[in-house]
T-cell receptor, first 114, second 114 residues
Framework: GAGVSQSPSNKVTEKGKDVELRCDPI?????LYWYRQRLGQGLEFLIY????????KSGLPSDRFSAERTGESVSTLTIQRTQQEDSAVYLC????????????FGQGTRLTVV | QQQVKQSPQSLIVQKGGISIINCAYE??????FPWYQQFPGKGPALLIA?????SEKKEGRFTISFNKSAKQFSLHIMDSQPGDSATYFC?????????????FGSGTRLQVQP
């Protein structure tokens, strides 16, 4: 596709349910990032995938959060047993790694835990 | 060493005025500095970027000034317009493929008053 695509765009879930968020990066972009952005706040790094290397999971806030990426394509972010504090916009970005390249963001998934 | 410090957190400017946002970094391995603009409900989008071998880059009303020795860079928005009201993030990029390849500042919320 022409840009980074995220789905769903909005998700309302009940506390305690699991949710899965999807990111389709730009074709050929080896690096993929997930960020969390709470209302009016900055970008909180969650996880980074680069090619076939082990992902950098250092930003995941708890073991309820996990993410996978199939090769250099789709990534899914899973939040288990959602809590109200998980409510935020989850942004995915991709870029060509290893050079002076910028990241391209998707529109984000707005997650609301009720 | 991975931090990019951004200031101010928020900024109010009158229409026609100059908006200035500052960023500073420590890691000398950073060698590319993009700025992102984010409107409410949207993902951040690349606005302008600079390499450290130049001291200034201008695109329309937007200018990046770069001071390599001080490890500082800034975004200037000339003739600020209400449509510029958004959150601005600076970022720094290295050539390596680790997570530290991309680091964001904490963001500046700009409000341009008519």
């Amino acid at each position: 596709g022409a840009g980074v695509s995220q789905s769903p765009s909005n998700k309302v879930t009940e506390k305690g349910k699991d949710v899965e968020l999807r990111c389709d990066p730009i074709s050929g972009h080896t690096a993929l990032y997930w960020y969390r952005q709470r209302l009016g706040q900055g970008l909180e790094f969650l996880i980074y995938f680069q090619g076939n290397s082990a992902p950098d999971k250092s930003g995941l806030p708890s073991d309820r959060f996990s993410a996978e990426r199939t090769g250099e394509s789709v990534s899914t972010l899973t939040i288990q047993r959602t809590q109200q504090e998980d409510s935020a916009v989850y942004l995915c970005a991709s870029r060509l790694a290893g050079g002076r390249t910028e990241a391209f963001f998707g529109q984000g998934t707005r997650l609301t835990v009720v | 060493q991975q931090q990019v410090k951004q200031s101010p957190q928020s900024l109010i400017v009158q229409k026609g005025g100059i908006s200035i946002i500052n960023c500073a970094y420590e890691n000398t391995a950073f060698d590319y500095f993009p700025w992102y603009q984010q409107f409410p409900g949207k993902g951040p989008a690349l606005l302008i970027a600079i390499r450290p071998d130049v001291s200034e880059k201008k695109e329309g009303r937007f200018t990046i000034s770069f001071n390599k020795s001080a490890k500082q860079f800034s975004l200037h928005i000339m003739d600020s317009q209400p449509g510029d009201s958004a959150t601005y993030f600076c970022a720094a990029v290295t050539r390596d493929t680790g997570r530290r390849a991309l680091t964001f500042g904490s963001g500046t919320r700009l409000q341009v008053q008519p």
